[in-house]
């Protein structure tokens, strides 16, 4: 079983499941989608990944303001308005009777080309969506065991070339980071900004606990995550000191705790990185916040 925060417990009915696509319901094995598609010529396309809790979509006004976002930054003309984009989702897992421990990949690409290009005047069609709902409960085990990270030698992008903060299809540096960590018998990569100060992970963000106070990056270079936003509010609410700042690998190696956040795991801990024990794994502040968290998705 491959281990990290993306570690589900298996579950036979995503065997089984119906993919939407562009208003049509398709099994697994028979969703398909043209080899012209922009997103798999040229990688021109963004998504969200959402969670279903107890049948209820978590934070999806977030989570459609940041594909909103990200929709008017690549100049993608949505053909639907948020409300239509949530009934979608909701007949997705109805369709699959889902009701709980439910991922949601809701996926938009700029259309079908003419021909294999990066021009997007060649596009001859709308933007296509493909919603994947799967029956997805984060493993005990990884939360117990928590994971390794390595610190890969590829920085997350400039704003300038490539923003962090916009999630789109073009993962291939997260990816090359990712395999960086696992050749170092990693489970996933943590990621330095381009001035050297410690940003984020190849999937997640990254939180450190030290002297009983939290830390993560600044957003300069980071992914902005939702749930790393609600880790951050929930800091406020509840009296913990939590900084948005520059931190160097020494502030890592020295930590009491790390955990990394994310909308599929929320929080994960992190037992060691680049070979290093952090602390000594008693997560007295991780799982405080690991609690607080499930109250507040719980309240939602």
Request: charged share 25%; net charge negative.
């Amino acid at each position: 079983m491959v281990h990290g925060t993306h570690n589900a417990e298996q579950d036979e009915r995503n065997d089984e499941i119906l993919i939407f696509i562009n208003g049509n319901f398709m099994k697994r094995t028979e969703a398909k989608i043209s080899v012209f598609d922009s997103g798999y010529l040229v990688g021109d396309g963004i998504w969200e990944g959402v969670r279903l809790h107890r049948g209820r979509l978590i934070f999806i006004d977030d989570h459609l303001n940041r594909l909103w976002k990200a929709a008017r930054a690549t100049s993608i003309q949505l053909p639907f308005t948020k409300e239509a984009l949530i009934q979608h989702i909701l007949d997705t897992v109805a369709k699959n009777e889902m009701v709980d421990d439910v991922h949601i990949r809701v996926m938009i690409t700029r259309g079908i080309k003419k021909t294999p290009s990066q021009d997007p005047r060649l596009t001859l069609s709308g933007p296509n969506l493909v919603i994947i709902a799967e029956h997805k409960k984060a493993a005990t085990s990884t939360l117990k065991e928590g994971i390794k990270l390595f610190t890969s030698t590829i920085r997350r992008g400039s704003p300038d070339y490539l923003d962090p903060k916009l999630n789109c299809h073009s993962k291939l540096y997260e990816v090359q980071a990712l395999i960086q960590a696992i050749e170092a018998g990693a489970d996933e990569a943590l990621m330095l900004d381009i001035n050297g100060f410690v940003s984020t992970c190849n999937a997640t963000n990254f939180f450190i606990v030290t002297d009983r106070e939290v830390w993560t990056s600044t957003d300069a270079y980071c992914m902005n995550g939702i749930t790393r936003s609600k880790v951050i509010d929930i800091c406020y609410k509840n009296g913990i000191i939590c900084h948005e700042k520059n931190f160097s690998l020494y502030d890592v190696y020295s930590a009491d705790e790390a955990f990394v956040t994310g909308t599929f795991g929320g929080l994960t801990p992190v037992r060691h990185i680049d070979g290093k024990f952090i602390g000594d794994f008693n997560l007295t502040l991780t799982q405080r916040l690991q609690a607080l968290y499930y109250d507040m998705i719980t309240a939602f």
